[in-house]
Every structure is written in C-alpha cells, then in structure tokens.
C-alpha cells in the first residue's frame, strides 16, 4: 500500500520568510496530492491540491510542485504570517479508488513575529 | 450547510466500556470517511461508505470496531471493549463522488471525537 513521509517534523521561520515543507510517496500509482492544514482543536482543512497531470499549482502565497519521476511533493508558503502557525499534512490518493487518503505524520510549523 | 458534525466532542470512558460516536456528513456528501488520529501523527484511515455501502475497511479496524451508515446520511463508529491503546480523535470526513467532473477529490473533515480510555 501507499507509504507517505514527511520532512521536517518541525519547522520555525521569521514572519515574512518562506517556509518548505516536502514529501515522498511510494506507490506511483497515486494521481492525487493535497495538502491540509490543522490549528489546535480543528479537523484539518484543504489548503491546496495538485493532481498528477500538473507540475506545479500556486494560490496566493501558496504554492505545491510535484516530481512524479521522483515521487516527491513539496508546499511552499511564501511571506509567512504569524496565522499560519499550524500542523500542515501531506497526503497522496488514487481518486478512481475512493480517494482514500494516506497522510503524512505532519509538521508543526511556527512563525516568529 | 454547517459543515460536517461529530459528537460527542470528548469522550471519558473506563476500560472495557463500549463507546459509540456519530458523524453528520455536509447535507449533498455521499461518502463518507472515518480516520483516527494519535498524538503527533497524521489521520490514519479506518473506513469509507459510498451512501449506504461500507466499500472498505482498514486492517487497523479490529473487530471490536464497526461503523454503520443505515439511511446514507449520518454515520456511526462503535468501539466495544474500549482498551487504553484506543485513545485518540476519531475524525469523520465527507466528499462528494460522481462524475470527475463532480469529484474535486477534497475531504471535508469535523473537528473530531476525542476518546480517552482509562
């Protein structure tokens, strides 16, 4: 089955700098990559997806790229805000197979002000 | 819409007690997941139902678990004989699935039901 890693486990940034966050997959047969984003207390929430037809998807001050030779996705926020505290998880699917998700164990990020 | 529902929200129970949590999906969702998530650990998965229709369950779900989604609406996850390593946040998720036109592929999730087995 799927197997998703994530790095770092933690991750401390100045507000205003970017801040990286990457993840490799196993099984190259998953098309679907989100990324969601969890604040104490919360279920996490969709932030921002890409599917495996697309290299590259960018929202904002977000953006996510993906390798699929390499089997690896990366977040990239850009310009962080003291807001964007949080757990940020990856995770991979195969849509056509109900879209079961395989997470990451997560990255605590923390912005300085 | 308010958004997908859990409750209870905290739940204190003794070991060997049976605990049963419920999920209301967002109103349109005809699947639903349940995950359940450890301390510092992302959300493993458990089960999902496609309206009514049970399609998978993780090797995680012992059978001391079961859920159900009698009508295709709201969702129920049991655990009988609570043992302490059941300790966690139990998340409910929906999504709509159709035509990939429909399936945008996101999960919606609740805030959770956090089990403490004592």
């Known amino acids: 089955g799927e197997n998703v890693e994530q790095h770092p486990s933690t991750l401390s940034v100045q507000e205003g700098d970017s801040a990286v966050i990457k993840c490799t997959y196993s099984?190259?047969?998953?098309?679907?990559f989100p990324w969601y984003k969890q604040e104490l207390g919360k279920g996490p929430q969709l932030i921002i997806d890409?599917?495996?037809?697309?290299g590259e998807k960018k929202d904002q001050r977000i953006a996510v790229t993906l390798n699929k030779t390499a089997k690896h996705f990366s977040l990239h926020i850009t310009e962080t805000q003291p807001e964007d505290s949080a757990v940020y998880f990856c995770a991979a699917s195969l849509m056509e197979y109900g879209n079961k998700l395989v997470f990451g164990a997560g990255t605590i990020l923390r912005v300085k002000s | 819409d308010t958004g997908v529902s859990q409750d209870p929200r905290h739940k204190i129970t003794k070991r060997g007690q049976n605990v049963t949590f419920r999920c209301d999906p967002i109103s349109e969702h005809n699947r639903l997941y349940w995950y359940r998530q450890t301390l510092g650990q992302g959300p493993e998965f458990l089960t999902y139902?496609?309206?009514?229709?049970?399609?998978?369950k993780s090797r995680l779900l012992s059978d001391r678990f079961s859920a159900e989604r009698p009508k295709g609406s709201f969702s129920t996850l049991e655990i009988q004989r609570t043992e302490q390593g059941d300790s966690a946040m139990y998340l409910c998720?929906?999504?709509?699935?159709?035509?990939?036109?429909?399936?945008?592929?996101?999960?919606?999730f609740g805030e959770g039901s956090r089990l403490t087995v004592l």
């Open positions: 998720a929906s999504s709509l699935a159709g035509t990939p036109l429909l399936n945008t592929g996101e999960l919606f």
């Open positions: 139902f496609q309206n009514e229709a049970q399609l998978e």
């Open positions: 890409i599917r495996s037809n697309v």
């Open positions: 099984d190259s047969a998953s098309n679907y």
